[in-house]
């Protein structure tokens, strides 16, 4: 099970600190990733990280301002959101994919938090 928390209203250029919690099952044996979904649109990539934490990838978008992190003794991963834009908002979701090491791929995630939602203000 995951459970993504953290989200919030933040202005634009502010920052937040998603993390998210892993329990019942092995998660630390996995690459980890953030998506986001916005009203109306496709779910995207957003950052994913390798089993060990050493490596990590990230679009264009959000390349620069968003960090993903992860403890595995503490099954958390984290997504820290730097330079925020109106176009951020959406719910974001954290995800374990199949593979250790990091993708981008949806279809290679198999497990699924439930979201928290992110509102960026102009």
């Known amino acids: 099970q995951l459970q993504a928390f953290g989200g919030g209203l933040v202005q634009a250029g502010g920052s937040l600190r998603l993390s998210c919690a892993a329990s019942?099952?092995?998660?630390?044996?996995?690459?980890m990733g953030w998506f986001r979904q916005a009203p109306g649109k496709e779910r995207e990539f957003v950052a994913t990280i390798n089993w060990r934490g050493g490596s990590t990838y990230y679009p264009d978008s959000v390349l620069g301002r968003f960090t993903i992190s992860r403890d595995n003794a503490k099954n958390t991963v984290y997504l820290q959101m730097n330079s925020l834009k109106p176009e951020d908002t959406a719910v974001y979701y954290c995800a374990r994919s199949t593979r250790v090491t990091p993708t981008w791929r949806r279809e290679l995630y198999d497990y699924w938090g439930q979201g928290t939602l992110v509102t960026v203000s102009s």
């Open positions: 019942g099952r092995t998660f630390s044996n996995y690459a």
